[in-house]
């Protein structure tokens, strides 16, 4: 049966609950008391403190549906079938208490029985040497052992830095030849999204040092994590996890306001899936408090929405449509998420105060910008200074890397470190100037204008915010 997302959403945790674990809801996207991560980015990171010892856990059986933000994706969104910027993580959780034996069977009962997914297409994957986990999936699950991939560090163990990690296992769902890339040896772990990774089990049950010794621990735990985006790809039988249902109804929004369909033009297409996902992002990030700003989160939210703006632009939308969009992703994910129905007027302004203010300035950079490649044509360069770059950047609100990726696509680069260079000197000269210049005086840039009451500045954040990878 084709269960839609917030059915599946619902199956995943009571089935949970029905295995002892207590179901917690989403913790927000902006971390707390953590200043490892900037956005929440997998469904353990919420959960650190219980993981570590530092906090004990109201229950030893923990599974949540969490929203995660992975900026480091950007790049595959609209490009693969299965990355998103914004995705919800299903996830269950032992401290200390089962491990991998019941982590093992309840994924495969809940994948097998539960949604009914055909047990011949799933495929799971361990660590090389973890036997253990090896001798469950095939004595205890009867998976024949040329179905289980061994993989390397790389893929399946699970670590950073010091402190507790260990192998994962892996469960990938093959959706059918007519997805693969064809090339010989396209298999489980190929990066195609034939063989959809769908499942990480992750069995924390050592201690690094730090110095490369491993010791195990005494409170073994399970940290898993599904996308449900994912899943519902499979259920559903969808090319990508743009065309989930709640997911589809954005899309189709985003055609209907181009005017266009979906399915004719390539690029199009490309456009249409990065805006169904930025705005998803977007809101999200603005239900939980964080404003466009000039650094940290706020300036990961500010890129997501000019982005989502100028791909708009490029598909021929007219106006201001990041809030119009916004309404259906609050449609389609209030069931999870009551905070977004809560929120929802404070989240369509936000959203449009900020495409008003590119909308000012985003025709006049495009033409600025347009010259600017002329003129490295006429001199036969292919790097635009970081000078340039910058002035961009700070008069007409040009995220980098929305310059970069309009380069790109016309063969050009940017002079990076030329760019951080003229972005040091300007700090440098505006934290001078702005003890005696007013509000938006003459030295203000398009940054300042921002209207003070929808702008929190994030501190305490020494990351440049300009860099791409951030979470
Ligand atoms: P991939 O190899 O496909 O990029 P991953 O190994 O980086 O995935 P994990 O870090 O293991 O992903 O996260 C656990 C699960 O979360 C994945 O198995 C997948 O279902 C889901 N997931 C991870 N990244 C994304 C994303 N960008 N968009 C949607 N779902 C994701
Ligand atoms: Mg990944
Ligand atoms: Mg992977
Ligand atoms: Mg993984």
Redesign the pocket.
């Known amino acids: 049966k084709a269960y839609g997302v917030n059915e599946l959403r619902k199956m995943f945790l009571e089935f949970f609950e029905s295995k002892g674990h207590l179901a917690m809801k989403s913790f927000s996207l902006v971390p707390h008391n953590d200043n490892s991560l900037l956005i929440i980015n ?1 469904g353990m990171a919420p959960l650190k403190p219980y993981f570590t010892g530092a906090e004990k856990p109201p229950r030893t059986r923990v599974t949540t549906c969490q929203k ?1 933000i ?1 900026t480091g ?1 950007i790049e ?2 609209g490009k ?1 079938a ?6 919800e ?1 299903l996830g269950n959780f032992s401290f200390g208490d089962y491990f991998k034996h019941e982590a093992i069977a309840w994924s495969w009962e809940f994948l097998t029985q539960v949604v009914g997914l055909d047990p011949e297409r799933l495929y799971p994957s361990i660590y090389e040497n973890d036997e253990e986990a090896f001798e469950i999936w095939n004595k205890e699950i009867g998976i024949a052992p040329e179905r289980i991939f061994r993989f390397g560090k790389e ?1 399946n163990f699970w670590e950073h830095g010091a402190g507790p990690c260990g192998p ?1 296992s ?2 990938y769902y093959d959706r059918g030849e007519k997805y693969g890339c064809g090339k010989p040896g396209c298999t489980v772990g190929c ?1 195609c999204d034939r063989y ?5 089990n992750v069995f924390t049950q050592f201690e690094n040092d730090g110095k490369g010794n491993y010791s195990e621990l005494k409170q073994k735990n399970i940290d898993t ?7 519902a790809v499979v259920v559903q039988d969808v090319d990508s ?1 743009f065309d989930v249902d709640t997911l589809q109804a954005l899309r189709n929004k985003v055609c209907e306001f181009a005017n266009i369909k979906y399915q004719q033009d390539d690029a199009k297409d490309v456009s249409i899936r990065l805006i169904t996902d930025h705005i998803r992002s977007a809101t999200f990030m603005i239900s939980d408090g964080i404003m466009p700003s000039n650094e940290g989160r706020g300036y990961v939210l500010r890129r997501l929405i000019r982005r989502a703006a100028r791909h708009g632009k490029m598909l021929g939308i007219e106006g201001n449509f990041l809030s119009r969009l916004s309404e259906t992703v609050i449609e389609g994910s209030k069931d999870g998420y009551p905070e977004l129905e809560e929120k929802k007027e404070f989240i369509f302004n936000v959203l449009t105060k900020e495409e008003e203010k590119f909308g000012k300035t985003i025709d006049q950079g495009l033409d600025i910008l347009n010259g600017m490649e002329e003129e490295m044509k006429g001199k036969g360069e292919k790097v635009l200074s970081g000078a340039n770059a910058f002035m961009l950047y700070d008069t007409y609100g040009f995220p980098l890397d929305l310059t970069k990726e309009i380069l790109e696509e016309k063969g050009y680069s940017i002079d990076e470190d030329g760019f951080k260079a003229a972005m040091e000197e300007q700090r440098v000269k505006a934290r001078t100037s702005r003890k005696v210049s007013n509000y938006m005086g003459k030295d203000a840039t398009v940054y300042d204008e921002i209207d003070p009451s929808i702008t929190s500045e994030f501190v305490g954040y020494d990351k440049l915010s300009y860099e791409s990878d951030i979470t």
């Open positions: 997998s995660c992975r994706d595959n969104v693969t299965r990355h998103g910027t914004f995705f993580m893929d994962c892996e469960i990066e959809m990774e769908v499942w990480n994590g599904m996308g449900l985006e994912r899943l996890i």
